[in-house]
């Protein structure tokens, strides 16, 4: 009570942090006349200027004022809009690092051009980061004409692009592309031999459009690139065929959870169809012998039980490809991972493609928390403020609109099934296309979507459907939903990006009814279309607006809240109403289960719904529940991936620090002389008596790593040796033997094998890690029932396996350069360099649970080919069999025989 009393006397804190940026508006607008009088040379110049005024020392908050006053007056000349004040206060929002909800239909695209400017002009690279590629390459087109008018230069960075164009585009002023992109060029870089062979710049600002779409709803899953690993989608197809074999009885599916697992009985049932099937090795189904039968039987049972098709995924082209559950659109190319998708593929009768392993990951949150300075727009972030806070340290403030909402929104009508519910809403649909008043109807899925559509043609009215089917027209159907009596059924709206107005759209009219017609004629259609669009508002206005109307509830209040937000843009009046059944998703698995019963007993007729605005309360209550366990789920995610972080960013380091450096011998002499300090100490504990040192193994170990036969046995005879003496004496050996190498093989050479092998074992070393940390995270839950804290197991645990990785990467290298024989004239250049575009790879990317194939860089193992291997067959002469030693192991014998060379001369 007394914080609603407060809040009246003194407003709340948004209110007065909004209040806060009307002051710097005032000056903004006090520019607004001298800032007009510049002719366009003149505006062009103030960029050149700032720069100057920057160099000098003035802060970019000295600048704000009169920088939003030229891009304003760039944007009147060039694009013919005028930013509002509202508009301002959302660019300094941005500017400060904050969030900027802003309403549908408030002109966000534009307002990230005040901050993305003022920026930019350090000359450092701002990001610009939107939901998908068409926004990516519309808003760089669109509102690059701004920037490039005032002389910065922009970048898009979409699917597709060559390392050299990617490149180009990072170097720009302002850089557009998606979360997506910016996240897998991070990691592929993280994957380069060469410093300048890498992509991006350190980063310095971003802005993320539908901040809330990829910071939250996407910050479930991580970003993973993978390379292939064993194949065995033989046994997918093979244990695909028993799983509708399974009874009810044989699984527990719990939907809240998204998990299905296996009863007691179902563990003996599939234990028994995989023994008829022969796919156990041995007799019990949980034998280590059958761990790889067990896991394909989990999947394919999450497969056919959790996974339904037209909802969470689509098959086209005989590919299985993945829905976005918050938009509604095609994942091209990503795949779910851990075997899933190839139970999917099964499953379906498709293809099914092989199985990867992890080689880098990030999660977005990690991904983002990068940036020095972050800052996101949306129409939809209040909702989930805390967690912007809390992960992000991301404030959230509302803007006010431009002028006020003038759309009703009805309270919620819940039926008892879903065909009453469905039979509500085309009725509506009817009364209002009967008055030509267009309808916007969002469902949750492609299916329901289609099953809508059906019930409007038996009807006979006229539609257009937008889900994942018909994508490629989407900005094309979104733009038109507005006119008189159209009628749009589209799988969730958010981040749709472009604006639904009343009348139509008509530069999207003109756009595709004007195209090859010469001057003239284009530009008298172009005035045509325009009267027409105009007259057609005015009539749209007068039957009452944009009607949204909700098949269901979604998870998320903000999906439904952005369906809503599409209609009553700047003013226009309109309308909004969501139906619900007692079938739908989110009341049948969140909701009472006597609320049924409870409605016949009350005597709840055919047809009729239940309007309340508690019914609306207690939907949200559900609503926050589900929002509550994600924001747990996402919390708990990070909580693990800050541990990978923090090593991520060690072995990321070290490799820029490797690739920058001229000269990697003194860390290579590090290690060398560190690997030499723990065998002796192994070996020959300290202030031990000679009888308990450990000399053959010392000497075995010595021959192992270093390939060198040292009398260390003899050694630890000598009358009165220490362990000092030992280890001085393999010091001086071991360095002296790679001075010699060095020698032989010349200086410059023998640094490009350094850098090369140090580079490709660390990644290798780096890649077996990921896949400890993999089983590491899967187990590590088990240790609650032990009363200890998993993610305190997981933290000790993963630096003891880190530390494991670190002695590996010191060990492989020596082991491997004490090995190694080139012989070469000159300098092999090109032999130890990657190539920038390489000829053959087998890369993966993916999205967590959710794998692009992309052509690239990698050896069977997802890493380059060894050079140290190719180096080692130039020195093999068929007419010399003295150089035949050098030949590799399993590479065919210089003889001609057709044996490999270990089973011939290699014997």
């Known amino acids: 009570m007394f914080g609603a009393i407060a809040k009246k006397l003194f407003g709340s804190a948004n209110d007065r942090a909004v209040k806060g940026y009307f002051k710097t508006v005032e000056a903004i607008n006090a520019l607004e006349p001298e800032i007009a009088k510049l002719d366009d040379a003149a505006l062009q110049a103030k960029t050149a200027e700032f720069r100057a005024r920057l160099e000098q020392g003035t802060d970019l908050d000295d600048l704000l004022p009169e920088a ?46 005040l901050a993305v400017y003022l920026n930019a002009l350090p000359g450092k690279g701002v990001h610009v980061v939107t939901v998908n590629d068409y926004l990516a390459k519309r808003d760089c087109e669109w509102m690059g004409r701004v920037y490039r008018f005032l002389g910065l230069s922009t970048g898009v960075i979409v699917h597709g692009l060559t390392d050299e164009e990617r490149r180009a585009a990072y170097a720009a002023d302002v850089t557009y592309g998606t979360n997506n992109e910016y996240g897998f060029d991070y990691l592929r870089d993280n994957m380069k031999f060469r410093r300048e062979e890498m992509v991006q710049r350190p980063f310095t600002f971003a802005i993320v459009d539908e901040v809330d779409s990829i910071l939250i709803d996407e910050a479930r899953t991580p970003l ?51 023994r008829d099937a022969g796919l156990l090795k041995s007799e019990s189904l949980y034998d280590v012998d059958n761990i790889a039968a067990v896991h394909h039987a989990n999947q394919a049972l999450r497969a056919h039980k959790l996974f339904t098709r037209d909802v969470d995924y689509i098959v086209k082209d005989g590919k299985v490809i993945i829905i976005d559950e918050f938009t509604g659109r095609m994942m091209e190319g990503r795949r779910y991972s851990d075997g899933l998708h190839q139970a999917l593929e099964a499953k379906e009768g498709v293809e099914v493609q092989t199985e990867n392993q992890t080689l880098a990951s990030i999660t977005f949150q990690n991904y983002f928390r990068m940036y020095p300075k972050l800052a ?199 309308a909004s109403k969501f139906f619900l059944s007692l079938e739908d998703d989110l009341l049948r698995i969140f909701g009472s289960e006597r609320m049924d019963a409870m409605l016949q007993r009350l005597g709840l007729q055919e047809g009729e719904a239940i309007i309340h605005p508690w019914i609306n309360k207690a939907l949200e209550k559900a609503q926050q529940k589900v929002e509550a366990r994600n924001y747990e789920i996402r919390k708990n995610l990070l909580k693990y991936d800050d541990v990978m972080n923090d090593q991520r960013k060690v072995v990321y380091e070290q490799r820029i620090e490797i690739m920058q450096a001229d000269d990697v011998a003194d860390t290579i002499t590090d290690m060398r002389a560190e690997i030499v300090d723990e065998m002796v100490k192994r070996h020959i504990p300290e202030k031990a008596y000679a009888e308990q040192w450990d000399a053959e193994g010392l000497q075995e170990e010595v021959r192992r790593v270093f390939a060198l036969e040292l009398p260390v046995v003899d ?34 050479t023998m640094r490009m094998v350094e850098r090369s092998l140090l580079l490709q074992v660390l990644d290798q070393t780096w890649k077996e890690h990921l896949h400890q940390l993999d089983y ?78 992309e052509d690239g860089v990698a050896g069977a193992e997802g890493l380059p080919a060894r050079p140290v291997s190719q180096a080692r067959n130039t020195l093999v002469d068929p007419n010399d069999p003295a150089t035949w030693k050098h030949a590799p192991r399993n590479g065919p014998c210089p003889c001609g025989s057709g044996k490999k060379y270990k089973y011939c001369h290699g014997k």
């Open 715 to 748: 050694w630890a005879k000598e009358e009165g040796i220490a362990d000092q003496q030992i280890r001085e004496r393999l010091h001086d050996i071991v360095d002296r033997r790679m001075a010699e190498k060095a020698a032989n093989f010349g200086p410059e």
């Open 776 to 853: 590491l995270r899967q187990a590590i839950g088990l240790r609650a029932y032990a009363q200890k804290d998993p993610l305190n197991e997981y933290k000790r645990e993963a630096f003891a396996l880190f530390e494991q990785m670190l002695v590996r990467v010191r060990e492989q290298v020596t082991s491997i350069l004490s090995r190694v024989e080139i012989r070469a004239e000159e300098p092999p250049q090109d032999l130890f360099s990657r190539p920038s575009q390489p000829q053959s790879q087998n890369w993966h990317e993916s999205r967590g649970e959710l794998v692009e194939s």
């Open 376 to 574: 996101g727009m949306t129409g939809t972030a209040s909702t989930e403020a805390s967690e912007f806070a809390d992960i992000y340290r991301l404030e959230v403030i509302e803007i006010p609109t431009n002028l006020p909402v003038a759309r009703i929104d009805s309270d919620d009508e819940v039926y008892r099934t879903a065909r009453e519910k469905y039979e509500a809403i085309v009725k509506l649909i009817a009364e209002c296309s009967a008055k030509g008043q267009p309808v916007l109807v969002g469902t949750v899925s492609i299916e329901k979507s289609e099953l809508l559509s059906n019930f409007l043609k038996q009807r006979g009215i006229a539609h257009n459907v937008l889900n994942a089917r018909h994508h490629d027209k989407e900005a094309f159907i979104v733009a038109q939903a507005g006119r008189l009596n159209a009628v749009t059924i589209a799988t969730n709206m958010a981040g749709r990006g472009t604006d639904i107005q009343l009348g139509g759209n008509a530069d999207m009219r003109i756009l595709a009814e004007t195209q090859g017609m010469d001057g003239e004629v284009q530009q008298k259609l172009a005035a045509q279309i325009r009267a027409e669009v105009e007259a057609e508002k005015q009539r749209v206005r007068e039957a009452g607006g944009l009607y949204v109307i909700g098949t269901e509830r979604h998870e998320s209040r903000r999906i439904d809240n952005q369906l809503r937000g599409r209609s009553g843009r700047q003013g226009d009046p309109g």
């Open 224 to 274: 993973i690139i993978s390379g292939p690993s064993e194949d065995t989608t033989d046994l997918y197809v093979k244990v695909n065929v028993l799983i509708p074999s399974l009874r009810d009885s044989d699984f527990e599916k719990d939907e809240k959870q998204r998990t299905v697992s296996f009863t007691e009985a179902g563990t003996e049932h599939i234990e028994q169809l995989l």
């Open 68 to 113: 939003f006053a030229v891009v304003r007056e760039a944007a009147k000349r060039v694009l013919g809009q005028r930013h509002y004040d509202v508009q301002l206060i959302g660019g300094m929002v941005l500017h400060d690092g904050r969030i900027a909800e802003m309403k549908t239909g408030e002109g966000k695209t534009l307002v990230a051009t």
